[in-house]
C-alpha cells in the first residue's frame, strides 16, 4: 500500500519527538567523536600549514633581499669597473701625449743640431773656400806681377795678358 503524497508532507512536516532526541544524541556523540579524534589532527594540520607558509613567505623576503642585495652590488662593481676603465683610458691618453710631446722635442732637438751643424760645416767650407779664393788670388797676382814685371807693355796688353791668364785658369781643371 501506498501512502498518498498527501500524507507523505504530512508526515515531514510533523515533529516526532523520538526523532529529534535521537538526531540530538547522534549529533552531540558525532561532534565528541570529532572533538576528540579528528579535531585536533585538523587544527595541527592547519597550523603546521601556516607555519610553512610563514616560513616560505619569510625565506621568499630574505631570498629578495639578498637578490637586491646582490643587484646592488653588482650596480657597485660594475660603475667601480667603468669609473677604472675611464680612469685607465685617461691615463694611457695623457701618456701617449706625454710620448708625443717627447718625440716632438727631441725630433725639434735633434733637427735643431743638424741646423746647427750644417751652419757650422757651411761656415767651414766658406772659410776654407774664403781662404782657397785668397790663396788663388794671391798667385793670380802674384802671376800677374811676374808678367807685368817680365814685359813692359801697354795698358791694352796688360789687359790681354791678365785675361789670357784667366782664361787658362779653368774652372774644372781645379787650379
Do not use: C
Request: hydrophobic fraction near 50%; glycine fraction near 2%.
Amino acid at each position: 500500500m501506498t501512502t498518498p503524497p498527501i500524507l507523505l508532507a504530512n508526515a515531514l512536516t510533523q515533529i516526532n519527538p523520538g526523532l529529534v532526541i535521537w538526531t540530538i544524541v547522534t549529533f552531540v556523540v558525532l561532534l565528541v567523536l570529532l572533538r576528540r579524534f579528528a579535531w585536533g589532527p585538523i587544527l595541527s594540520m592547519i597550523e603546521d600549514r601556516e607555519v610553512g607558509i610563514r616560513e616560505s613567505l619569510e625565506a621568499a623576503d630574505r631570498q629578495r633581499a639578498e637578490a637586491q642585495r646582490m643587484i646592488e652590488e653588482h650596480h657597485a662593481a660594475l660603475e667601480l669597473a667603468r669609473k677604472d676603465a675611464a680612469e685607465m683610458v685617461k691615463r694611457a691618453q695623457e701618456e701617449v701625449e706625454l710620448a708625443r710631446v717627447e718625440a716632438l722635442d727631441k725630433a725639434k732637438a735633434e733637427a735643431a743640431e743638424l741646423i746647427a751643424s750644417a751652419r757650422a760645416q757651411i761656415e767651414a767650407e766658406q772659410k776654407k773656400a774664403f781662404s782657397e779664393v785668397k790663396v788663388v788670388a794671391v798667385d793670380l797676382a802674384m802671376a800677374a806681377a811676374s808678367k807685368l814685371i817680365e814685359a813692359s807693355m801697354d795698358e791694352a796688353q796688360q789687359r790681354r795678358l791678365v785675361q789670357d791668364y784667366l782664361d787658362q785658369l779653368d774652372p774644372a781643371s781645379g787650379a
